[in-house]
Nanobody, 124 residues
């Protein structure tokens, strides 16, 4: 089992920044690729970013590329999502997830463990 707890969400004005954290406990964190997904009201959950177990490779969805950065600290069992230049359309609940798949998985079904989510609200 891996337990994931997100933090760092909140209310921010358009153009602002937030840094989300996801703290892991349980099995060896460094074995897992870590992904971020988000779900806006009335919409399906969608892929945002992923970082491989070593941190050597990252992938982003087109709508956050250049604005968001995913990173991890395996010594602290924590993954981060730095979000800059936020837009109202970034408003959603953000979830972190853990996957044993190689190659930077982007589909929800490739993830074994999920956090409870943290709300991000961007005002215009």
């Amino acid at each position: 089992q891996v337990q994931l707890v997100e933090s760092g969400g909140g209310l921010v004005q358009a153009g602002g920044s937030l840094r989300l954290s996801c703290a892991a406990s349980g099995r060896t964190f460094s074995r897992y690729a870590m992904g971020w997904f988000r779900q806006a009201p009335g919409k399906e959950r969608e892929f945002v970013a992923v970082i491989t177990w070593s941190g050597g490779t990252t992938y982003y969805s087109d709508f956050v590329k250049g604005r968001f950065t995913v990173s991890r600290d395996n010594a602290k069992d924590t993954v981060y999502l730095q979000m800059n230049s936020l837009k109202p359309e970034d408003t959603a609940v953000y979830y972190c997830a853990a996957s044993l798949r190689a190659g930077g998985p982007k589909r929800m079904q490739e993830y074994e463990y999920w956090g409870q989510g943290t709300q991000v609200t961007v005002s215009s």
